[in-house]
């Protein structure tokens, strides 16, 4: 049964500040929740209209699904997961850094695409959206499960980080002629703003993402499609062709 | 002064119906009206909060603004341009070609990749969302004056078509190791579905991008990302280095 405890606490979970307080966050419809269910995360709580999960379930009706899912058309089931502690993971590898991304459909994306590229290892300044924003959460469609994300003092950890920092500015290097490591980070910026003065300077490599459009109008590509391209031409030297 | 078949008329233009009664649509903001009002769109009116154009303005309260926008934070202006004419044009170079991409702000941004990737032709299925809906319009940030977009009966066109008609699935060829021609079709599909079995018959080659993190769980990208990856693999050919 759903009881007035349950919704105060689900409702909460919208806003970071309470995510926090509970340590706990919420993931909506069966393929998201299996995901999640099939992870390290740890269940906290499952509502859902129908027992078809292999997890204990509060059985709720179509209604009271309404009224709790942050969706607009909820499907079949809302789970409460617990936030997992944060594991400091040693910098190896490509590693993906975000310099104060708002968006949460971009850093959803991104989350996604560190998952396609087996990219494990994800920084966040202190300023980028919570990854446990349910916009998030919706968006990486289970990726959040298999991606090490860790809100981080960007500027702290980039000074002490001992191989190439990449940056994107319009003046820098192709990425198309650029010999690129396997072990290094990419910093990627805000949508407005791109990357901040005090990591620019930790920026040890300049790269640009070459325009073929028109160069007088054309707008500066979105920040999880230059996510794209970037880790695309970071991969795709390194597979045997 | 702002009056009320002005309202009428603006908010019914929400609806794909009345956009095409009266071939008109909405672009809201100084930047986006001010790329409209510097291409060959012609304006049919213009509402704003200050005297910011160079053009006839219909003089307007925020308070008035804030009725008759359809964003949250509306931007000082919101004007109404014609639609186009349909122009048909030759199919040369590289072409996109949507079978049923339904979602606008996927449409806005394989907009703007076109237009950064220097891309002139966009072919859209009829079942393709319209790319004068306003947040088709508002993700494209201008690329619609810049790139020309025809919806079309998709599988008459693919008939005809003398070029490669490339298609992305599951088992398709590595885009890293294939030799990719700088006159052809790109398809891209529904956001579900993938590319739809009358379209999937005239591809011509199939082509994929590898992926690289955990082969079971990994989701399928998402359209506008695929498309991002898969044309900087097809222009970065086509520099010299």
Known sequence: MLTKSHVKLITSLKQKKFRQEHQLFVVEGIKGIQE?????????????TEAVFNAEIILISEKELQKISFLKSPNTALAIFRIPAVVQKELNGLIVALDDVRDPGNLGTIIRLCDWFGIHNLLCSQSTVDCYNPKVVQATMGSLTRVHIQYVDLEGVLEDYQNEVYGTFMDGETIYSETLPSSCVIIMGNEANGIS????????????????????ATESLNVATATAIILSEFKRNSIEM
Chains 1, 2 share one sequence.
């Open 36 to 48: 999640f269910l099939n992870s390290n995360f740890e269940l906290y709580q499952l509502f859902s």
């Open 197 to 216: 003065e005090p990591v620019k300077r930790l920026v040890t490599k300049k790269i640009s993402i070459p325009r073929f459009g028109n160069l007088q």
